[in-house]
Nanobody
Framework: QVQLVESGGGLVQARDSLRLSCAAS????????MAWFRQGPGKEREFVAT????????YYADSVKGRFTISRDNGKNTVFLQMNSLKPEDTALYYC?????????????????WGQGTQVTVSS
């Protein structure tokens, strides 16, 4: 069993930066590929970024590539999402997710564990 708790969301202005954290419990953090998803108002949940179990590889949605950076600290059982140059369209509830898989190209339905989400609101 893995528990995920996101933090770091808030209300910011466009072009600002924000760093989200996802703290995991379960003592097997390094076994999981981690990802961030988000769901904006009236929208479906969408993929944001993912990171391999070791942290060696990352992948981003085109909409955030070059602005967001996902990272992890397996020693601290934590994954991060550094968000720079934020835009109003980044406004969403951001979720951390974990899956016991080495595969990158999987959808949200394949993820085993989810956090409760942290709200990010970007004003113009």
């Amino acid at each position: 069993q893995v528990q995920l708790v996101e933090s770091g969301g808030g209300l910011v202005q466009a072009r600002d930066s924000l760093r989200l954290s996802c703290a995991a419990s379960g003592r097997t953090f390094s076994h999981y590929r981690m990802a961030w998803f988000r769901q904006g108002p009236g929208k479906e949940r969408e993929f944001v970024a993912t990171i391999s179990r070791s942290g060696d590889t990352t992948y981003y949605a085109d909409s955030v590539k070059g602005r967001f950076t996902i990272s992890r600290d397996n020693g601290k059982n934590t994954v991060f999402l550094q968000m720079n140059s934020l835009k109003p369209e980044d406004t969403a509830l951001y979720y951390c997710a974990a899956v016991d898989s080495i595969y990158r190209r999987i959808g949200p339905s394949q993820y085993d564990y989810w956090g409760q989400g942290t709200q990010v609101t970007v004003s113009s």
